[in-house]
Nanobody
Framework: VQLQASGGGLVQAGGSLRLSCAAS????????MGWFRQAPGKEREVVAS????????YYADFVVGRFTISGDSAKNTVYLQMNSLKPEDTVVYYC?????????????????WGQGTQVTVSS
């Protein structure tokens, strides 16, 4: 599985960004996909995840109501729409793929990782 993340950048607090994760063929239909983030010196944590074919989604508490995960099976791409961004959202975001069952969102549950994309939110 190949993953290519994009869409990071610099935005003012309260603004929006959309991250994209382009995956290998059939990935979106066959596997769970997720977005994680990691701040310097901290553990990588799940932000949101979407199940095979987009049937279910999960959000970390700190993004509920602000971020939306979605996917496009034709493009094998998962998106993370980030609204109402806060300075504390300034971290590197990673997309990842899990071949396992839906319902676990630890980093160890995800076997494939894309490169990170930096999001910087200025106050």
């Amino acid at each position: 599985v190949q993953l290519q993340a994009s869409g990071g950048g610099l935005v003012q607090a309260g603004g929006s960004l959309r991250l994209s994760c382009a995956a290998s063929e059939h990935t979106f239909n066959n596997y769970n996909m997720g977005w994680f983030r990691q701040a310097p010196g901290k553990e990588r944590e799940v932000v949101a995840s979407i199940g095979r074919r987009g049937g279910v989604v999960y959000y970390a508490d700190f993004v509920v109501g602000r971020f939306t995960i979605s996917g496009d099976s034709a493009k094998n791409t998962v998106y993370l729409q980030m609204n109402s961004l806060k300075p504390e959202d300034t971290v590197v975001y990673y997309c990842a793929v899990s071949r396992g069952r839906w319902g676990t969102f630890r980093t160890v549950d995800y076997e494939y990782w894309g490169q990170g994309t930096q999001v910087t939110v200025s106050s």
